[in-house]
């Protein structure tokens, strides 16, 4: 065998040893590695990469000012309507970072009005309201006036930690906002007829369809997160992302689609899988050349640990050995990443969902499932695409239902401990 085929064996055998999470003892033998342990070996993050795209996650519009603006006239549902207090509540998240000392304390001390649009406004202008940008201008009686408006990444990926109000603190980038209600939110627009309006304020909390406006149907599905996704190889709950589609990278094919899309920002987007071309570019291309350091910034974004005291530990020692073994658990959600994905892109068949929805499959490019990674899964309730389990309890009870796991009580609570650890 020639010495550069050899060499590429090798490397292809070593590729396959990392996906499947085994790894070698001290011996040499080959030894499996636990669901959840072991490393990719991924490379490092260009930290000037990963900077460039934190300010294209939290603060850049790809230019999509030319449809929330233009064409849903959103700048003028929120300067007549949106107080901080509706904001709040259709689950608008504020960055208490970007508040001067002198607005906090105002804020502290009632001399600010929550229920004035104008405060929405000078929120805007400081820049404070999480994944919304503003264009602010002041009237000639002292008013002020949004001029034009646009979303960026952060408004359905970020949350914060509520260290100075509910809806009010330090921003968790990556986290999805399973508060955030986008339905509602655009419903509100005067652009749109009745029936549309109906639809979108029918999807609640946390939820989103990325594909409506699209292909016509109603199936919306949970606003996933956005930590963790560094060293899968496909994207999202049917892995439609991977670079034979988008070369930048799989998480950048869907950065891609939404940025196109969904946000309507100027720029181009195309997959034949999906029948579907989009092309907003008005002589420009805003998003193209911004999604490497957008891919790497959310390559940087880890899944959260659980909190101290959140589970119960010995509990989840127990689990976790149910995990890899009756609980049949790690069948796929195998490796470091608890996903089979990583073993070269593998995918899922559409009956391989215990889901109450089985049919969002089928809207997608690949009509396959890609198996979740579920580190930091206890950060995101409801669980499953369609958000038919409330809880990792209601996850455990329908996997051992369907599966015919025949776990007893304490054996789907062990489990469900070790999930919530994960």
């Given at each position: 065998?020639?010495?550069?085929?050899?060499?590429?064996?090798?490397?292809?055998?070593?590729?396959?040893?990392?996906?499947?999470?085994?790894?070698?003892?001290?011996?040499?033998?080959?030894?499996?590695?636990?669901?959840?342990?072991?490393?990719?070996?991924?490379?490092?993050?260009?930290?000037?990469?990963?900077?460039?795209?934190?300010?294209?996650?939290?603060?850049?519009?790809?230019?999509?000012?030319?449809?929330?603006?233009?064409?849903?006239?959103?700048?003028?549902?929120?300067?007549?309507?949106?107080?901080?207090?509706?904001?709040?509540?259709?689950?608008?998240?504020?960055?208490?970072?970007?508040?001067?000392?002198?607005v906090v304390t105002a804020i502290q001390n009632g001399e600010v009005d929550l229920e004035d649009p104008q405060t929405t406004l000078t929120l805007l202008q400081l820049n404070a309201v999480v994944g919304v940008q503003g264009q602010v201008s002041e009237k000639e009686d002292g008013s002020l006036k949004l001029d034009r408006m646009g979303i960026t990444c952060a408004l359905c990926h970020s949350t914060v930690d509520d260290s100075f109000a509910p809806g009010i603190g330090n921003r968790l980038d990556g986290w999805a906002n399973r508060d955030l209600n986008p339905g509602l939110i655009i419903s509100l627009s005067p652009a749109l007829d009745q029936a549309?309006?109906?639809?979108?304020?029918?999807?609640?909390?946390?939820?989103?369809?990325?594909?409506?406006?699209?292909?016509?149907?109603?199936?919306?599905?949970?606003?996933?997160?956005?930590?963790?996704?560094?060293?899968?190889?496909?994207?999202?709950?049917?892995?439609?992302?991977?670079?034979?589609?988008?070369?930048?990278?799989?998480?950048?094919?869907?950065?891609?689609?939404?940025?196109?899309?969904?946000?309507?920002?100027?720029?181009?987007?195309?997959?034949?899988?999906?029948?579907?071309?989009?092309?907003?570019?008005?002589?420009?291309?805003?998003?193209?050349?911004?999604?490497?350091?957008?891919?790497?910034?959310?390559?940087?974004?880890?899944?959260?640990?659980?909190?101290?005291?959140?589970?119960?530990?010995?509990?989840?020692?127990?689990?976790?050995?149910?995990?890899?073994?009756?609980?049949?658990?790690?069948?796929?959600?195998?490796?470091?990443?608890?996903?089979?994905?990583?073993?070269?892109?593998?995918?899922?068949?559409?009956?391989?969902?215990?889901?109450?929805?089985?049919?969002?499959?089928?809207?997608?490019?690949?009509?396959?499932?890609?198996?979740?990674?579920?580190?930091?899964?206890?950060?995101?309730?409801?669980?499953?695409?369609?958000?038919?389990?409330?809880?990792?309890?209601?996850?455990?009870?329908?996997?051992?239902?369907?599966?015919?796991?025949?776990?007893?009580?304490?054996?789907?609570?062990?489990?469900?401990?070790?999930?919530?650890?994960?």
């Amino acid at each position: 065998m020639k010495l550069n085929n050899i060499i590429k064996t090798i490397g292809v055998f070593i590729l396959l040893i990392t996906a499947v999470g085994c790894d070698k003892d001290d011996s040499g033998t080959i030894i499996t590695i636990p669901p959840g342990e072991g490393d990719l070996n991924l490379p490092p993050l260009d930290p000037q990469l990963v900077e460039q795209g934190k300010q294209v996650f939290r603060y850049d519009t790809f230019g999509d000012e030319t449809f929330w603006t233009d064409v849903l006239k959103m700048n003028q549902v929120i300067e007549s309507a949106v107080s901080p207090v509706t904001a709040l509540s259709v689950g608008l998240k504020v960055d208490a970072a970007a508040l001067p000392e002198a607005v906090v304390t105002a804020i502290q001390n009632g001399e600010v009005d929550l229920e004035d649009p104008q405060t929405t406004l000078t929120l805007l202008q400081l820049n404070a309201v999480v994944g919304v940008q503003g264009q602010v201008s002041e009237k000639e009686d002292g008013s002020l006036k949004l001029d034009r408006m646009g979303i960026t990444c952060a408004l359905c990926h970020s949350t914060v930690d509520d260290s100075f109000a509910p809806g009010i603190g330090n921003r968790l980038d990556g986290w999805a906002n399973r508060d955030l209600n986008p339905g509602l939110i655009i419903s509100l627009s005067p652009a749109l007829d009745q029936a549309t309006k109906d639809i979108y304020a029918s999807w609640g909390p946390g939820i989103y369809d990325p594909r409506f406006n699209n292909d016509g149907i109603n199936n919306p599905v949970v606003i996933p997160p956005a930590y963790g996704l560094y060293g899968l190889p496909k994207a999202i709950f049917t892995g439609d992302g991977d670079v034979e589609h988008e070369p930048v990278g799989p998480v950048a094919y869907w950065n891609r689609y939404v940025a196109v899309t969904q946000m309507r920002g100027h720029g181009y987007f195309e997959d034949p899988r999906l029948g579907l071309v989009v092309d907003n570019r008005e002589g420009d291309d805003l998003v193209t050349d911004k999604l490497p350091a957008l891919q790497a910034y959310q390559f940087s974004l880890s899944a959260p640990e659980a909190p101290t005291g959140s589970f119960d530990l010995a509990a989840a020692e127990r689990g976790k050995i149910l995990f890899s073994g009756k609980g049949q658990c790690a069948t796929c959600h195998s490796g470091p990443l608890f996903s089979d994905v990583i073993e070269g892109g593998k995918l899922h068949p559409q009956s391989a969902s215990v889901a109450v929805d089985k049919d969002y499959v089928k809207r997608s490019a690949t009509k396959l499932w890609r198996v979740t990674p579920l580190k930091g899964i206890w950060q995101h309730p409801p669980y499953f695409h369609d958000g038919s389990a409330a809880t990792l309890a209601d996850v455990v009870d329908r996997y051992n239902v369907e599966n015919n796991l025949n776990l007893n009580t304490s054996e789907k609570a062990d489990l469900t401990e070790y999930l919530k650890s994960i």
